[in-house]
C-alpha cells in the first residue's frame, strides 16, 4: 500500500494533523510526518515533494497557517493528489490559511478541505488510494456505516434529553 506523507509548516499544526493520523491509524494506512516550511526550508520542503513518488508515497497532506504557501509550494514539486489543510490562527480566523490554500492557478491543483479539516484530508487520501485497494475501499465503507450507525443512534436518544 502506497503511505501518506504529511507536511506541517510548524509544530504548531500538530492538533490538526493529530486528526489526520488518528484517522489513518484507524484506517490502517501507513504514513509519514515531517515538518517543512515553504518560507523558512524551501529547500527541504521541494526535495520531499520532488521523492515522494520514489518513496513510496500515494498522496500528500499539506498542513499551514496564515499565508499557508506549503500545500502549492508541494503541489509545484509534484504530480501526486495534494490535500491542503488551512489551519486556524489568531489571525483572520484562518481565512487567510483558506484563500492562500485554495485559490490555485491552473494546472498546480491543490484540493482543500476545511479549516482544520485534518480527519477529512485523510479520509481524502484513504479515498484516492483505494480507487487501487479494495481492501481500503471495504474499510472505508464499514466507516461510512459505523459513522451513519452512531447518527442513527443519536437520533433514537434526542427525544430523551430534551
Request: net charge neutral; proline share 4%; hydrophobic share 45%.
Amino acid at each position: 500500500m502506497k503511505k501518506v506523507g504529511i507536511v506541517m509548516g510548524s509544530d504548531s499544526d500538530l492538533p490538526v494533523i493529530k486528526k489526520a493520523t488518528d484517522t489513518l491509524k484507524d484506517l490502517e494506512i501507513p504514513f509519514e510526518v515531517h515538518i517543512y516550511s515553504a518560507h523558512r526550508t524551501p529547500e527541504q520542503a521541494r526535495d520531499f515533494a520532488l521523492n515522494a513518488r520514489r518513496n513510496g508515497f500515494g498522496c500528500i497532506i499539506a498542513a499551514a497557517g496564515m499565508a499557508a504557501h506549503l500545500a502549492g509550494a508541494i503541489a509545484a514539486n509534484t504530480t501526486l493528489p495534494v490535500i491542503g489543510i488551512p489551519c486556524k490562527s489568531s489571525v483572520l480566523d484562518g481565512m487567510d490559511a483558506l484563500l492562500s490554500t485554495v485559490q490555485m492557478p491552473t494546472g498546480v491543483p491543490v484540493a482543500t478541505v476545511a479549516i482544520n479539516g485534518g480527519a477529512n484530508a485523510a479520509l481524502l487520501c484513504a479515498q484516492i488510494l483505494a480507487v487501487e485497494d479494495s481492501q481500503l475501499a471495504a474499510r472505508l465503507d464499514k466507516k461510512r456505516e459505523s459513522d451513519a450507525k452512531a447518527v442513527l443512534e443519536k437520533d433514537l436518544n434526542i427525544a430523551d434529553k430534551l
